[in-house]
C-alpha cells in the first residue's frame, strides 16, 4: 500500500513559482472556494490546485512556496520602493531638459536662452563652480545632439515627414 502526502487543497497558505521562466504565478479562485488556479504571467501555464498534490510532487514545471508573513511581504515591498526611488531620482538628476529648466517641448529659442542664463551665474570667472559648467554644458550637447538626431530621422521618413513639424537648430 502507497501512502500519499497530502497537499491542502486550496493552497491558501502557499505562492506558486513557474520553474519553466522563474515568475510568481497568479491565484484566481475557481467557480467554488475549494479550487484554485495558478496562471504564469510570463509563460501563460495554468496549474489548478484539484491536482495540486500529484502536480507537486513530479516534475511540472511549478514549485510551491509557503507565504511570508505580512511583515516580511511589506518590508520587502518597502525596500524595493525605496531601490525604485532612488533609481528615479537619479534618472531626474541625468534629464538634460531638467538640468536646464526647461522643457522638449520648448522652441530652441528658449533652450538657447535659458542656457546663456545658467551659464553666466555659474560660470567659474563669475564665481560659479566648474562642475556645474560643465553639467550645464553637457546638459545642453545632449539636447543639440538629440534635436538633431530627430530631425535626420525625420528627413530620412521621406514624404511622410512633411506632415510632421521638424525642430530647427539652436
Known amino acids: 500500500m502507497r501512502v500519499r502526502t497530502t497537499t491542502q487543497s486550496?493552497?491558501?497558505d502557499v505562492d506558486v513559482e513557474c520553474t519553466h521562466c522563474g515568475?510568481?504565478?497568479?491565484?484566481?479562485?475557481?467557480?467554488?472556494?475549494?479550487?484554485?488556479?495558478?496562471?504564469c504571467s510570463s509563460c501563460h501555464r495554468w496549474v489548478?490546485?484539484?491536482?495540486?498534490?500529484?502536480?507537486?510532487?513530479?516534475d511540472a514545471k511549478v514549485r510551491p512556496h509557503p507565504r511570508g508573513?505580512?511583515?516580511?511581504?511589506?518590508?520587502?515591498?518597502?525596500?524595493?520602493?525605496?531601490?525604485?526611488?532612488?533609481?528615479?531620482?537619479?534618472?531626474d538628476d541625468q534629464d538634460?531638459?531638467?538640468i536646464?529648466?526647461?522643457?522638449?517641448?520648448?522652441?530652441?529659442e528658449r533652450i538657447r536662452e535659458r542656457y546663456r542664463e545658467l551659464a553666466i551665474i555659474n560660470h567659474p570667472d563669475r564665481g560659479g563652480v566648474p562642475?556645474?559648467?560643465?553639467?550645464?554644458?553637457d546638459a545642453y550637447e545632449r539636447i543639440l545632439n538629440?534635436?538633431?538626431?530627430?530631425?535626420?530621422e525625420q528627413l530620412k521618413a521621406g514624404p511622410s515627414a512633411q506632415f510632421h513639424e521638424l525642430p530647427q537648430g539652436i
Not at 100 to 108: E, I, K, Q, W, Y
Not at 146 to 152: G, I, K, L, W
Open 10 to 12: 486550496t493552497l491558501e
Open 23 to 39: 515568475k510568481q504565478m497568479t491565484a484566481h479562485l475557481g467557480s467554488g472556494t475549494t479550487v484554485r488556479y495558478f496562471q
Open 48 to 58: 489548478t490546485s484539484m491536482y495540486a498534490g500529484d502536480v507537486f510532487r513530479v
Open 69 to 91: 508573513t505580512l511583515e516580511q511581504r511589506n518590508a520587502s515591498f518597502d525596500q524595493i520602493k525605496d531601490r525604485l526611488d532612488r533609481w528615479l531620482a537619479a534618472l
Open 96 to 98: 538634460p531638459y531638467r
Open 100 to 108: 536646464l529648466g526647461v522643457s522638449p517641448l520648448d522652441p530652441p
Open 131 to 137: 562642475g556645474a559648467m560643465e553639467q550645464l554644458n
Open 146 to 152: 538629440h534635436r538633431e538626431r530627430r530631425a535626420r
